[in-house]
């Protein structure tokens, strides 16, 4: 079963804009990590948040997560037509190696 | 850093035959991990490996799924009797290098996409 889900589930934006998509978990976790994927490849990893960060940033990255509310947030800012893929938020939890994913926001930044 | 490989990239068989899949992950790796996707949906979780050993499995993993690891480098997954069901994207990632330092980011590699007729 999958722990998180994003939202929106889809967004579309014009270059230069930021983007911003949510993600809400059900249970405690150790981390948070945010993960994105082209069409028909493989994941590539952003950026992991620690249950005891609130924020953290990384390039035109900025990733927040508020544990009270089981959420997290990831914003991009100035996006660019290179940014189109699907994102993802994924868990760890417990004592356990495993990444919970959710279902991904679809991205399409036109040009 | 080469990246974690996967082979086949594309994989098309007949319902009821057995596939096998390999991964060769990052060479300082010992992590190793086995995900399914489905279109529309996040990767799900089947296997993890520290080294040789097989550490956790999913429920997801069936009797026909086998995952084997056998000298803590390269691991194949292998479905027998394929089913209609079993169509979809397995990646394969890979984490670690400290062994104890847990919870690290994982290395992914482009899957092998499975199609059953």
């Known amino acids: 079963s999958q722990q998180g889900e994003e939202d929106p589930q889809a967004l579309s934006i014009q270059e230069g804009e930021n983007a911003t998509m949510n993600c809400s978990y059900k249970?405690?976790?150790?981390?948070l990590q945010w993960y994105r994927q082209n069409s028909g490849r493989g994941l590539v990893h952003l950026i992991l948040i620690r249950s005891n960060e609130r924020e953290k940033h990384s390039g035109r990255l900025r990733v927040t997560l508020d544990t009270s509310k089981k959420s997290s947030s990831l914003l991009i800012t100035a996006s660019r037509a290179a940014d189109t893929a699907s994102y993802f938020c994924a868990t760890n939890q417990g004592g356990s190696e495993k990444l919970v994913f959710g279902k991904g926001t679809k991205l399409t930044v036109n040009p | 850093d080469t990246g974690v490989s996967q082979d086949p990239r594309h994989k098309i068989t007949k319902r009821g035959q057995n596939v096998t899949f390999r991964c060769d992950p990052i060479?300082?790796?010992?992590?190793l991990y086995w995900y399914r996707q489905t279109l529309g949906q996040g990767p799900e979780f089947l296997t993890y490996?520290?080294?040789?050993?097989?550490?956790?499995k999913s429920r997801l993993l069936s009797d026909r799924f086998s995952a084997e690891r056998p000298k803590g480098s390269f691991s194949t997954l292998e479905i027998q009797r394929t089913e209609q069901g079993d169509s979809a994207m397995y990646l394969c990632?890979?984490?670690?290098?400290?062994?104890?330092?847990?919870?690290?980011?994982?290395?992914f590699g482009d899957g092998t996409r499975l199609s059953i007729l």
């Open positions: 490996f520290q080294n040789e050993a097989q550490l956790e």
């Open positions: 249970t405690s976790i150790n981390n």
């Open positions: 060479s300082e790796h010992n992590r």
């Open positions: 990632a890979s984490s670690g290098g400290w062994t104890g330092y847990s919870n690290q980011p994982q290395h």
